[in-house]
């Protein structure tokens, strides 16, 4: 089957860096997706990772290891307007065929000054 | 960044009816868009990927006769909600799919949702 588990909420300083786990297990994996949602706004896209490696775009770098089954979103020069929940989601290929997404519950991530 | 647009924003509507939900793809053409449902302090759910030109993908689950999704042209995919009941009340949120050149790297861009209220 499949899971995805990342940490519930942190906190972080303004100005700091932060990084968000998140470890999962699915069979035939097909990609790896972190979103950035704020309260009550749709979410928006900040990477895909399928290949193992560091990804990184700006301030934001995603992290992948397909045999640990573990990545990470690295944030840099963290500011106020990141205060936001960060999901990752794994894509498979279920045995069943075809693709499944999921996610995780997200991880609520505090800005403070 | 691409953008993508849904509509309605909001609906309110009556137990039993049926309500559609326009995605469009504003300034790019995506053969891929997919539909997810949120419901209140709970994170994302994948409904179904629409393909277009050809059936959607179901998750496990979703019941494809209740939520219709079709994908007609490269800039718009419909999801319609049959039969609507209360606990289908829910943030629904499209993202289109745009594959760089290498074929490999994925973004997608967001819609900005469709919050419904079934009564």
């Known amino acids: 089957g499949q899971n995805i588990d990342q940490p519930t909420e942190m906190t972080a300083t303004e100005g700091a860096i932060v990084q968000i786990n998140c470890t999962y297990q699915t069979s035939g994996f097909n990609g790896l997706f972190w979103y950035q949602q704020h309260a009550g706004e749709a979410p928006t896209f900040l990477s895909y990772n399928v290949l193992d490696g560091l990804e990184e775009k700006g301030r934001f770098s995603s992290f992948l290891s397909r045999s640990k089954g573990y990545s990470y979103l690295l944030l840099k020069e963290l500011q106020m307007k990141d205060s936001a929940s960060y999901l990752c989601?794994?894509?498979?290929?279920?045995?069943?065929?075809?693709?499944?997404?999921?996610f995780g519950a997200g991880t609520r991530l505090f800005v403070k000054a | 960044g691409a953008v993508v647009s849904q509509h309605p924003s909001w609906v309110i509507c009556k137990s039993g009816t049926s309500v559609k939900i326009e995605c469009r793809s504003l300034?790019?053409?995506?053969?891929?868009m997919f539909w997810y449902r949120q419901f209140p302090k709970q994170s994302l759910m994948l409904m179904a990927t629409?393909?277009?030109?050809?059936?959607?993908?179901?998750e496990q689950g979703v019941e494809k006769d209740k939520f219709l999704i079709n994908h007609a042209s490269l800039t718009l995919s419909t999801l319609t909600v049959t039969s609507a009941h209360p606990e289908d009340s829910s943030f629904y949120i499209c993202s289109a799919r745009d594959i760089g050149p290498s074929g490999i790297q994925e973004t997608q861009y967001f819609g900005p949702g469709t919050r419904l209220l079934v009564l």
């Open positions: 989601a794994v894509r498979g290929r279920p045995i069943t065929g075809g693709f499944k997404t999921i």
């Open positions: 629409s393909n277009e030109g050809s059936k959607a993908t179901y």
């Open positions: 300034d790019f053409q995506a053969t891929t």
